[in-house]
Protein backbone atom coordinates (compact mmCIF):
# COMPACT_ATOMS: atom_id res chain seq x y z
CA UNK A 1 0.00 0.00 0.00
CA UNK A 2 1.11 3.57 -0.37
CA UNK A 3 -0.64 6.80 0.53
CA UNK A 4 -0.93 9.60 -1.75
CA UNK A 5 -1.87 12.80 -1.09
CA UNK A 6 -2.42 15.72 -3.30
CA UNK A 7 -5.25 18.40 -4.98
CA UNK A 8 -5.11 15.96 -7.93
CA UNK A 9 -3.73 12.39 -7.25
CA UNK A 10 -5.08 10.29 -9.74
CA UNK A 11 -1.50 10.89 -12.31
CA UNK A 12 0.35 9.93 -9.33
CA UNK A 13 -1.92 6.75 -8.44
CA UNK A 14 -2.15 5.48 -11.86
CA UNK A 15 2.04 5.50 -11.93
CA UNK A 16 1.62 3.43 -8.46
CA UNK A 17 -0.53 0.81 -10.09
CA UNK A 18 2.03 0.49 -13.34
CA UNK A 19 4.38 0.06 -10.50
CA UNK A 20 2.34 -2.57 -8.83
CA UNK A 21 1.45 -0.46 -5.52
CA UNK A 22 -1.90 -0.38 -4.38
CA UNK A 23 -2.82 3.10 -3.51
CA UNK A 24 -4.62 4.94 -1.05
CA UNK A 25 -5.41 8.66 -1.82
CA UNK A 26 -6.14 11.95 -0.11
CA UNK A 27 -7.68 14.13 -2.99
CA UNK A 28 -9.28 17.22 -3.67
CA UNK A 29 -11.48 15.76 -6.85
CA UNK A 30 -12.16 12.29 -5.59
CA UNK A 31 -12.68 11.56 -9.34
CA UNK A 32 -14.22 8.87 -10.97
CA UNK A 33 -11.26 6.76 -12.66
CA UNK A 34 -9.68 7.38 -9.46
CA UNK A 35 -12.06 6.42 -6.94
CA UNK A 36 -13.35 3.10 -9.27
CA UNK A 37 -9.47 2.12 -8.94
CA UNK A 38 -8.53 2.52 -5.19
CA UNK A 39 -10.00 4.11 -1.87
CA UNK A 40 -9.66 7.76 -2.12
CA UNK A 41 -10.11 10.37 0.76
CA UNK A 42 -12.85 12.76 -0.49
CA UNK A 43 -11.33 16.71 0.87
CA UNK A 44 -13.54 19.98 -0.50
CA UNK A 45 -11.09 21.96 -0.19
CA UNK A 46 -6.96 22.55 0.38
CA UNK A 47 -7.27 23.89 3.75
CA UNK A 48 -8.91 20.51 4.79
CA UNK A 49 -5.49 18.87 4.01
CA UNK A 50 -4.48 20.04 7.05
CA UNK A 51 -6.82 17.77 8.47
CA UNK A 52 -5.28 15.03 6.73
CA UNK A 53 -3.07 13.77 9.07
CA UNK A 54 -5.71 12.75 11.71
CA UNK A 55 -6.98 10.45 8.70
CA UNK A 56 -3.81 9.17 8.18
CA UNK A 57 -3.02 8.45 11.48
CA UNK A 58 -5.45 5.73 11.23
CA UNK A 59 -4.18 3.91 8.29
CA UNK A 60 -1.29 1.92 8.44
CA UNK A 61 2.35 2.66 8.83
CA UNK A 62 2.72 2.69 4.60
CA UNK A 63 5.46 4.83 3.31
CA UNK A 64 3.39 8.00 1.63
CA UNK A 65 4.21 10.76 -0.79
CA UNK A 66 2.57 14.01 -1.90
CA UNK A 67 1.60 16.15 -4.82
CA UNK A 68 0.78 19.61 -5.60
CA UNK A 69 0.56 22.03 -3.80
CA UNK A 70 1.95 20.08 -0.45
CA UNK A 71 4.56 21.34 -1.03
CA UNK A 72 3.89 24.91 0.27
CA UNK A 73 2.33 22.65 3.68
CA UNK A 74 5.77 21.61 4.85
CA UNK A 75 4.38 21.49 8.88
CA UNK A 76 1.86 18.73 7.08
CA UNK A 77 4.28 16.96 5.45
CA UNK A 78 6.40 17.25 8.61
CA UNK A 79 2.79 15.66 10.70
CA UNK A 80 2.33 13.08 8.71
CA UNK A 81 5.87 12.20 8.09
CA UNK A 82 5.60 11.86 11.90
CA UNK A 83 3.87 8.78 11.69
CA UNK A 84 4.66 6.84 8.64
CA UNK A 85 8.16 6.97 6.09
CA UNK A 86 8.30 10.00 3.94
CA UNK A 87 9.04 8.95 -0.06
CA UNK A 88 9.31 12.89 -0.90
CA UNK A 89 11.61 16.25 0.51
CA UNK A 90 11.11 17.07 3.99
CA UNK A 91 10.27 19.93 5.24
CA UNK A 92 13.26 21.77 5.86
CA UNK A 93 13.78 20.87 1.63
CA UNK A 94 10.73 22.52 1.18
CA UNK A 95 11.55 25.72 3.43
CA UNK A 96 14.84 26.04 1.47
CA UNK A 97 13.40 24.87 -2.38
CA UNK A 98 10.60 27.36 -1.86
CA UNK A 99 12.39 30.08 -0.93
CA UNK A 100 12.67 32.25 -4.02
CA UNK A 101 15.88 34.57 -2.73
CA UNK A 102 17.61 31.23 -1.90
CA UNK A 103 17.42 29.34 -5.12
CA UNK A 104 18.13 32.67 -7.21
CA UNK A 105 21.04 33.26 -5.00
CA UNK A 106 22.52 29.38 -5.12
CA UNK A 107 22.01 29.40 -9.21
CA UNK A 108 23.63 32.81 -9.69
CA UNK A 109 26.69 31.53 -7.40
CA UNK A 110 26.89 28.31 -9.69
CA UNK A 111 26.69 30.26 -12.70
CA UNK A 112 23.00 29.70 -13.85
CA UNK A 113 20.75 32.58 -15.49
CA UNK A 114 18.20 33.23 -13.08
CA UNK A 115 15.51 36.00 -13.22
CA UNK A 116 15.97 38.59 -10.14
CA UNK A 117 13.51 38.84 -7.51
CA UNK A 118 12.24 40.74 -5.25
CA UNK A 119 9.55 41.24 -2.41
CA UNK A 120 8.59 45.04 -2.46
CA UNK A 121 7.12 46.72 -6.23
CA UNK A 122 8.81 49.43 -5.45
CA UNK A 123 10.98 50.55 -7.97
CA UNK A 124 9.97 47.74 -10.75
CA UNK A 125 8.78 48.73 -13.33
CA UNK A 126 4.69 48.45 -14.34
CA UNK A 127 5.01 47.56 -17.74
CA UNK A 128 4.42 43.60 -17.04
CA UNK A 129 8.42 43.16 -17.54
CA UNK A 130 7.96 41.86 -14.01
CA UNK A 131 5.72 38.79 -12.94
CA UNK A 132 3.74 39.23 -9.39
CA UNK A 133 4.02 35.31 -8.05
CA UNK A 134 2.67 33.79 -4.69
CA UNK A 135 4.91 32.43 -2.44
CA UNK A 136 2.76 29.56 -1.97
CA UNK A 137 2.38 28.66 -5.65
CA UNK A 138 0.61 25.73 -7.58
CA UNK A 139 0.19 24.95 -11.33
CA UNK A 140 1.15 28.57 -12.32
CA UNK A 141 -2.48 29.78 -10.32
CA UNK A 142 -2.48 33.40 -9.38
CA UNK A 143 0.48 34.35 -11.31
CA UNK A 144 -0.43 37.94 -12.81
CA UNK A 145 1.92 40.61 -14.70
CA UNK A 146 3.14 43.60 -12.68
CA UNK A 147 1.26 46.53 -14.05
CA UNK A 148 -0.72 49.97 -13.03
CA UNK A 149 -3.83 47.14 -12.70
CA UNK A 150 -1.49 45.70 -9.70
CA UNK A 151 -3.11 46.99 -6.60
CA UNK A 152 -1.17 44.39 -3.76
CA UNK A 153 -2.56 41.59 -2.57
CA UNK A 154 -3.00 40.30 0.92
CA UNK A 155 -1.11 36.78 0.07
CA UNK A 156 2.64 36.55 0.86
CA UNK A 157 4.11 37.05 -2.75
CA UNK A 158 7.19 37.81 -4.77
CA UNK A 159 8.07 39.53 -7.65
CA UNK A 160 10.34 37.74 -10.25
CA UNK A 161 11.56 39.40 -13.47
CA UNK A 162 9.76 38.39 -16.38
CA UNK A 163 11.62 36.05 -19.08
CA UNK A 164 10.61 35.59 -22.63
CA UNK A 165 10.36 32.66 -24.55
CA UNK A 166 8.72 28.81 -24.22
CA UNK A 167 8.43 27.03 -21.20
CA UNK A 168 10.06 23.41 -20.47
CA UNK A 169 9.98 21.16 -17.46
CA UNK A 170 12.69 19.17 -16.52
CA UNK A 171 11.84 16.01 -14.38
CA UNK A 172 14.40 14.53 -12.61
CA UNK A 173 14.90 11.52 -9.97
CA UNK A 174 17.70 11.94 -7.34
CA UNK A 175 19.19 9.76 -4.84
CA UNK A 176 21.47 10.88 -1.60
CA UNK A 177 24.67 10.39 -4.03
CA UNK A 178 23.00 11.81 -7.60
CA UNK A 179 20.73 12.65 -9.66
CA UNK A 180 19.25 11.99 -12.73
CA UNK A 181 17.43 14.06 -15.91
CA UNK A 182 14.66 11.43 -16.88
CA UNK A 183 13.05 13.78 -19.73
CA UNK A 184 12.22 17.27 -20.73
CA UNK A 185 8.45 18.06 -21.40
CA UNK A 186 7.20 21.55 -23.49
CA UNK A 187 4.99 23.06 -21.10
CA UNK A 188 1.87 24.47 -22.03
CA UNK A 189 0.48 27.95 -19.97
CA UNK A 190 -2.67 29.79 -20.18
CA UNK A 191 -6.15 30.22 -20.03
CA UNK A 192 -9.12 32.84 -19.62
CA UNK A 193 -8.49 34.56 -16.28
CA UNK A 194 -5.35 32.34 -15.39
CA UNK A 195 -2.75 33.57 -17.74
CA UNK A 196 0.10 31.30 -16.69
CA UNK A 197 -1.67 28.61 -15.26
CA UNK A 198 -0.45 24.96 -16.17
CA UNK A 199 -2.88 23.42 -19.16
CA UNK A 200 -0.65 20.36 -20.54
CA UNK A 201 2.37 18.87 -21.42
CA UNK A 202 4.48 17.30 -24.33
CA UNK A 203 6.95 15.29 -24.73
CA UNK A 204 9.44 13.80 -24.35
CA UNK A 205 11.06 16.96 -25.93
CA UNK A 206 14.47 16.91 -27.42
CA UNK A 207 16.74 19.49 -27.10
CA UNK A 208 20.56 19.96 -27.91
CA UNK A 209 23.51 18.64 -26.28
CA UNK A 210 24.43 21.86 -24.65
CA UNK A 211 21.06 22.53 -23.14
CA UNK A 212 20.46 18.78 -21.73
CA UNK A 213 23.94 18.81 -20.33
CA UNK A 214 23.27 22.47 -18.42
CA UNK A 215 19.97 20.44 -17.12
CA UNK A 216 21.67 17.95 -15.47
CA UNK A 217 24.27 20.00 -13.87
CA UNK A 218 21.44 21.88 -13.25
CA UNK A 219 19.76 18.82 -11.44
CA UNK A 220 22.97 18.30 -9.84
CA UNK A 221 23.75 21.49 -8.05
CA UNK A 222 20.08 21.61 -6.59
CA UNK A 223 20.17 18.14 -5.65
CA UNK A 224 23.73 18.94 -3.26
CA UNK A 225 22.08 21.85 -2.58
CA UNK A 226 19.29 21.29 -1.02
CA UNK A 227 19.01 18.09 -0.33
CA UNK A 228 16.15 16.62 -3.23
CA UNK A 229 15.26 13.49 -3.57
CA UNK A 230 12.88 11.10 -5.19
CA UNK A 231 11.12 12.56 -8.15
CA UNK A 232 11.09 16.50 -8.52
CA UNK A 233 10.86 19.23 -11.72
CA UNK A 234 12.25 21.89 -13.20
CA UNK A 235 10.07 24.08 -14.59
CA UNK A 236 12.28 26.88 -17.25
CA UNK A 237 12.34 29.31 -20.10
CA UNK A 238 14.18 27.93 -22.62
CA UNK A 239 15.24 31.19 -25.47
CA UNK A 240 18.30 32.12 -27.43
CA UNK A 241 20.36 33.05 -24.62
CA UNK A 242 19.63 29.26 -22.78
CA UNK A 243 18.00 28.00 -20.06
CA UNK A 244 16.49 29.93 -16.74
CA UNK A 245 14.79 28.16 -14.07
CA UNK A 246 11.98 29.90 -12.54
CA UNK A 247 10.33 27.30 -10.32
CA UNK A 248 11.08 23.93 -8.78
CA UNK A 249 9.07 21.47 -8.27
CA UNK A 250 9.95 19.35 -5.49
CA UNK A 251 7.50 16.41 -5.55
CA UNK A 252 5.93 14.48 -8.02
CA UNK A 253 4.99 16.30 -11.20
CA UNK A 254 2.21 16.43 -14.05
CA UNK A 255 4.75 15.83 -16.33
CA UNK A 256 6.19 12.58 -14.85
CA UNK A 257 2.75 10.50 -16.38
CA UNK A 258 3.70 11.97 -19.88
CA UNK A 259 7.28 10.45 -19.39
CA UNK A 260 6.30 7.47 -18.05
CA UNK A 261 3.51 6.57 -20.90
CA UNK A 262 6.06 7.95 -23.42
CA UNK A 263 9.26 5.63 -22.16
CA UNK A 264 7.09 2.74 -21.06
CA UNK A 265 7.91 2.99 -17.42
CA UNK A 266 7.05 3.71 -14.16
CA UNK A 267 9.20 6.22 -12.60
CA UNK A 268 8.04 5.58 -9.21
CA UNK A 269 9.79 2.76 -9.03
CA UNK A 270 12.72 4.62 -9.42
CA UNK A 271 10.96 7.23 -6.74
CA UNK A 272 10.70 4.22 -4.26
CA UNK A 273 14.25 3.18 -4.54
CA UNK A 274 15.84 6.75 -4.16
CA UNK A 275 14.25 6.35 -0.65
CA UNK A 276 16.04 2.32 -0.28
CA UNK A 277 12.53 0.75 -0.75
CA UNK A 278 13.52 -2.75 -2.12
CA UNK A 279 10.99 -4.95 -4.31
CA UNK A 280 10.03 -8.16 -2.70
CA UNK A 281 12.23 -11.18 -4.42
CA UNK A 282 9.05 -12.47 -5.86
CA UNK A 283 7.91 -8.89 -7.72
CA UNK A 284 8.46 -9.17 -11.21
CA UNK A 285 7.57 -6.05 -13.13
CA UNK A 286 5.27 -6.23 -16.11
CA UNK A 287 6.42 -4.98 -19.38
CA UNK A 288 4.36 -1.86 -20.35
CA UNK A 289 4.21 -0.48 -23.67
CA UNK A 290 6.02 2.26 -25.12
CA UNK A 291 3.79 5.32 -26.53
CA UNK A 292 7.00 7.14 -28.17
CA UNK A 293 5.56 10.86 -28.08
CA UNK A 294 2.67 11.52 -25.28
CA UNK A 295 0.63 14.92 -24.62
CA UNK A 296 -2.06 15.76 -22.23
CA UNK A 297 -4.23 18.86 -21.75
CA UNK A 298 -6.74 20.05 -19.25
CA UNK A 299 -10.17 20.72 -20.42
CA UNK A 300 -11.58 23.99 -18.27
CA UNK A 301 -15.62 24.65 -18.29
CA UNK A 302 -16.48 27.85 -19.99
CA UNK A 303 -19.19 28.00 -18.29
CA UNK A 304 -21.01 26.05 -15.46
CA UNK A 305 -21.48 22.78 -16.19
CA UNK A 306 -23.08 19.66 -14.63
CA UNK A 307 -21.01 16.55 -15.30
CA UNK A 308 -23.35 13.77 -17.23
CA UNK A 309 -23.59 10.47 -16.48
CA UNK A 310 -22.29 8.90 -19.98
CA UNK A 311 -19.11 10.18 -18.70
CA UNK A 312 -18.73 6.72 -16.68
CA UNK A 313 -18.29 4.94 -19.69
CA UNK A 314 -14.63 6.55 -20.30
CA UNK A 315 -13.74 5.30 -16.68
CA UNK A 316 -12.94 1.39 -17.42
CA UNK A 317 -11.01 -0.36 -15.34
CA UNK A 318 -7.29 0.46 -15.13
CA UNK A 319 -5.27 -1.25 -17.23
CA UNK A 320 -1.90 -0.50 -17.89
CA UNK A 321 -1.55 -2.09 -21.59
CA UNK A 322 -4.21 0.21 -22.88
CA UNK A 323 -3.76 4.01 -23.31
CA UNK A 324 -6.66 6.13 -22.20
CA UNK A 325 -7.55 8.81 -23.99
CA UNK A 326 -9.11 10.73 -21.29
CA UNK A 327 -8.54 10.68 -17.27
CA UNK A 328 -9.60 12.51 -14.22
CA UNK A 329 -13.23 11.88 -15.46
CA UNK A 330 -15.71 13.69 -13.18
CA UNK A 331 -18.18 11.82 -11.05
CA UNK A 332 -21.42 11.94 -12.93
CA UNK A 333 -23.60 14.90 -11.12
CA UNK A 334 -20.52 16.89 -10.15
CA UNK A 335 -21.33 20.31 -10.44
CA UNK A 336 -18.05 22.29 -12.29
CA UNK A 337 -17.94 25.87 -12.06
CA UNK A 338 -16.16 28.08 -15.21
CA UNK A 339 -12.60 28.10 -15.30
CA UNK A 340 -12.30 24.65 -13.16
CA UNK A 341 -10.94 21.70 -14.96
CA UNK A 342 -13.35 19.00 -16.11
CA UNK A 343 -11.02 16.42 -17.33
CA UNK A 344 -7.53 15.66 -19.04
CA UNK A 345 -7.17 14.90 -22.41
CA UNK A 346 -4.15 12.00 -23.97
CA UNK A 347 -2.87 11.23 -27.28
CA UNK A 348 0.31 9.71 -28.59
CA UNK A 349 1.68 9.97 -31.90
CA UNK A 350 5.37 8.97 -33.82
CA UNK A 351 6.46 12.06 -34.12
CA UNK A 352 5.72 15.27 -31.70
CA UNK A 353 3.44 17.30 -34.69
CA UNK A 354 1.06 13.97 -34.88
CA UNK A 355 0.76 13.46 -31.58
CA UNK A 356 0.39 17.57 -30.96
CA UNK A 357 -2.22 17.40 -34.48
CA UNK A 358 -4.58 14.38 -32.37
CA UNK A 359 -4.84 16.04 -29.29
CA UNK A 360 -5.74 19.30 -30.72
CA UNK A 361 -8.46 17.24 -32.73
CA UNK A 362 -9.25 15.80 -29.51
CA UNK A 363 -9.57 18.72 -27.47
CA UNK A 364 -12.35 20.13 -29.70
CA UNK A 365 -14.21 16.56 -30.15
CA UNK A 366 -14.81 16.93 -26.18
CA UNK A 367 -15.15 20.85 -26.28
CA UNK A 368 -18.31 19.88 -28.52
CA UNK A 369 -19.37 16.89 -26.97
CA UNK A 370 -19.56 18.50 -23.50
CA UNK A 371 -20.84 21.92 -24.63
CA UNK A 372 -17.44 23.78 -24.04
CA UNK A 373 -16.85 25.60 -27.23
Excluded at 88 to 96: I, K, M, P, V
Excluded at 269 to 291: C, G, Q, T, V, Y
Amino acid sequence: MLLIAGASTRAAAFSALRAGFSPHCIDRFADHDLSSVCPVEWVNHLNNFNQSSTFAACLPETPWLYTGPIENEPALVEAISAQRPLWGNDAETLHQVRDPLLVHTTLIEQGFDSPEVAFTATGLARDGSWLVKPLASGGGEGIVPLDDSWEGADLPRYFQKRIPGPSFSGIFVASREKSQLLGVTRQWTGRPGADFAYIGSLGPWPLATPILDSLRRLGEVLRASFGLRGLWGVDFILNERGLWPVEINPRYTASVEVLDLAYGHSFLIDHARAFDWKPPESASFRPLPSWRVVGKRVLFATRPFTAPSFLEDFAPAFDSSVFRSVADVPNPGTLIRTGEPILTVFAHGATLEECQSRLQDRIQEWERLLGQV
